[in-house]
């Protein structure tokens, strides 16, 4: 194969999309209101079997709402995983609250034993709330993130949650698609466990609608509230919408039709998506198994992962090359691939944050490379990036 550029993740798009825009654009409705709109809710709620669901324009807009609905406010706590993208902790600083760093299990996502001790050991629960002594702040929610496609262990975090009475406010924005086999939760999707899920539809996403969020729930009061803030908490009987009588500060966090134009033609290829990923993953791991210095994390067996994102542990000394400078030279290649974020907790905006004995993931943001894993990679392609990986 000659030389080529692969990307580590991009939309699979195809032009039958385009009838839905042409609709968009004959009929005017390319903004904020429109058919698509309620078509994709609905479509996304009935695939992750809930009743409901509310649209954003980004997953970020949808977590910073899930947050303000779970009642997080000035001067409250929230624990958040330090492994993850920032956007899953700042909307906890746009309601004034402060963010509690959390270690990361291997599968990326939040340690519960940890979690459990620290509730445990640094907290007092006073009948109704849960205090930090440290600080002596209220901690009121949790953010579970879901990520590469692996869920959290939901048994024990929502049983927590219930211990405490704290809220749970599930980051799936890389995990649409994946769900519990096994357990308590057997049969639920990723996001729809917690008292509020959030999925994303950016670019890089297992499906795409350019930009993007879903906002879920089994509680529709929640599911309302969250409706009303996303169209700028504008009241609706037919007099107050006409004078444009708002009742709070709401956000214009709506979802275009245009993007839900895009959402509509996705989701139904979902399924066929996590097909191909679950079969470049497994293609991946036949061609690397032998490779000293190199393991692919395993997603885990007793769920159905969408597979988003497929991570390498390199051991520099083992392989020959380090991590970065695997990296590097597959950057120069042609290849795409990154490290696993740089940690939340030593970002500048969150330096003086408290945290809560990180290791596991100090050492997976050492040594983790995400390589390519678009929907349309090919198994020749998977196989070209891993004769490169070897390829010193």
């Known amino acids: 194969m000659d030389r080529k550029q692969i990307q580590l993740s991009v939309p699979n798009l195809d032009m039958k999309i385009v009838d839905n825009l042409r609709e968009c654009i ?36 949808g977590l910073h709402v899930a947050l303000k609905i779970l009642g997080v406010t000035v001067g409250d706590e929230v624990i958040v995983p330090t492994l993850t993208f920032v956007a899953a902790v700042n909307p906890v600083k746009y309601l004034g609250a402060e963010p509690v760093f959390m270690d990361c299990d291997s599968s990326f996502c939040m340690d519960t034993d940890k979690l459990k001790k620290f509730c445990e050991e640094e907290c007092r629960f006073d009948g109704n709330k849960l205090i930090n002594q440290k600080t002596g702040r209220t901690i009121k929610a949790i953010v579970v993130v879901h990520v590469f496609g692996n869920l959290a262990d939901m048994e024990k975090i929502m049983n927590m949650a219930a211990k405490y009475n704290l809220r749970v406010l599930e980051d799936a924005t890389e995990a649409l698609g ?28 297992i499906i ?17 509230e969250a ?47 996590i ?26 067996e007793d769920i159905r992962s969408n597979h988003w994102f497929y991570s390498l542990y390199i051991e520099g000394e083992r392989f020959g090359e380090s991590r970065d400078e695997l990296m590097h030279r597959l950057i120069q290649e042609g290849i795409q691939c990154r490290p696993v974020w740089k940690l939340i907790h030593t970002l500048r905006p969150y330096i003086n944050a408290q945290s809560y004995k990180i290791s596991k993931a100090v050492d997976y943001a050492d040594h983790i490379l995400n390589v390519p894993c678009s929907t349309n990679l090919t198994e020749e392609e998977v196989k070209y990036v891993c004769k490169m990986i070897v390829q010193k």
């Open 227 to 273: 409706r009303y803030l996303t169209i700028t908490a504008k009241e609706t009987t037919p007099e107050e919408a006409l004078f444009f009588v708002h009742g709070e500060v709401g956000y214009n966090y709506r979802m275009l039709n245009l993007q839900a134009a895009l959402g509509v033609s996705q989701i139904e290829k979902l399924e066929q998506f």
């Open 178 to 205: 994946s769900y519990f086999k096994e357990g308590r939760y057997k049969g639920f999707f990723s996001g729809t466990v917690g008292d509020v899920g959030v999925y994303s539809f950016n670019a890089n996403k």
């Open 26 to 61: 004959e009929t005017g409705w390319v903004s904020t209101g429109g058919r698509f709109i309620t078509e994709f809710e609905q479509k996304v709620a009935k695939y992750v079997g809930i009743q409901d669901a509310v649209s954003a324009q980004s997953g970020t807009a």
């Open 208 to 224: 795409t609608t350019g930009g993007g969020g879903m906002i879920v729930s089994r509680n529709q009061a929640y599911l309302g």
């Open 275 to 300: 097909q191909t990923k679950m079969a470049n993953y497994k293609t991946y791991e036949e061609q690397l198994q032998h490779t000293e210095g190199i393991t692919i994390i395993p997603f885990q």
